[in-house]
């Protein structure tokens, strides 16, 4: 899980790890890139607004194809707590 919502990551953190699952989670895009070039992970869930590290403005879409290099057919889960309809159709 990336995403900069602290609670929201730790709570989806726990609940995977509940239902069985290995699960990491990371604050930003940075860390994820440094995760997935030391593990293979089954699924990616990105949050598309990130905290931003340095001078980067990257997002959760930005990312995924940074994601594919490291594993091109990983699935990706997109999440955001905003409700815009234009994000939902860039998004898709």
């Given at each position: 899980?990336?995403?900069d ?14 239902m069985g ?14 995760l ?34 490291f ?8 999440v955001?707590?905003?409700?815009d309809?234009?994000l939902r159709?860039?998004?898709?």
């Amino acid at each position: 899980m990336l995403g900069d919502d602290l609670q929201a990551r730790i709570g989806l953190q726990q609940f995977m790890r509940l239902m069985g699952y290995d699960a990491e989670g990371v604050s930003d895009w940075l860390e994820a890139l440094h995760l997935m070039r030391e593990e293979l992970f089954d699924l990616a869930i990105v949050d598309i607004f990130l905290s931003r590290t340095g001078k980067s403005s990257l997002n959760g879409l930005d990312l995924i194809p940074l994601l594919r290099v490291f594993n091109p057919t990983m699935p990706v889960v997109l999440v955001t707590g905003q409700g815009d309809e234009q994000l939902r159709t860039i998004a898709l």
